[in-house]
């Protein structure tokens, strides 16, 4: 009796986690090569924001783009961009830009972060390493590592975190940091804070993999194009 008991409370926590899990994510549903070219561009968004914040600094730019990109409504800004990369007739893997259609693309982005900077009065260090690690992809591919090539694994653990409520799963962390806070190292406290939302970002990934198989030949043919040569200089002010 106590086994059944055992088991069914196993089976009851496992749902009742799928599905806490699921009502933190994006209520919207997309193409998956919409989603793949979203975060191409949010990639290239936040490098070039590193860049301007960092003044040659990078680490001090990864920091502050972290705490500006993981305080934004990143739900609007996805679907907002999709809209837009949808009038634009955007190709799969941002094939076809220009620097105007790339303007009109992110406009809802750089909006957004303009918005934002105006009303930030102090920074953090601990909410500055938590945005860090949320939006860090190479935590939550691992399983698959050796399965797939760099650039579709990254672009497959990008899409996974683009699905999930990025300010919910913050505050969560950042509660348990906040009762952890006499335990150990900020870094070491973070990461066990982050169990959770590792666990469903992981699980996730794996289902966008089975989702981009079929475009695995694409990938291969794409021809990596660096950041600077596609994203101009953003219009971003206070910086």
């Known amino acids: 009796m106590k086994k059944i008991f055992y088991i069914l409370s196993i089976m009851v926590f496992s749902c009742w986690t799928v599905e806490a899990a699921d009502n933190y994510k994006d209520p919207n549903q997309y193409i998956i090569t919409d989603e793949s070219n979203y975060v191409i561009f949010m990639y290239d968004l936040k490098n070039s924001l590193i860049q301007q914040f960092g003044q040659g600094n990078e680490v001090e730019g990864e920091m502050r783009a972290a705490l500006v990109i993981g305080n934004l409504n990143l739900f609007d800004i996805k679907n907002k961009m999709i809209l837009n990369m949808q009038k634009e007739h955007l190709t799969f893997l941002v094939s076809n830009l220009d620097s105007e259609k790339i303007e009109r693309i992110t406009k809802p982005f750089i909006q957004a972060v303009n918005d934002y900077i105006s009303t930030v009065k102090s920074i953090e260090l601990s909410d500055s390493f938590i945005h860090m690690y949320m939006q860090t992809p190479e935590f939550y591919g691992k399983p698959w590592i050796d399965d797939y090539p760099k650039h579709v694994l990254h672009n497959a653990e990008s899409i996974a975190i683009s699905r999930f409520d990025n300010k919910y799963w913050f505050n969560k962390i950042k509660t348990c940091y906040n009762n952890n806070l006499q335990t150990g190292d900020m870094i070491d406290i973070i990461a066990k804070c982050s169990q959770e939302y590792q ?36 219009n971003i002010k206070n910086r």
């Open 199 to 234: 666990q469903v970002v992981t699980e996730e990934t794996g289902k966008i993999l089975q989702q981009l198989e079929p475009y695995k030949q694409l990938f291969e043919n794409l021809h990596q194009i660096s950041p600077e040569q596609i994203m101009p200089p953003l």
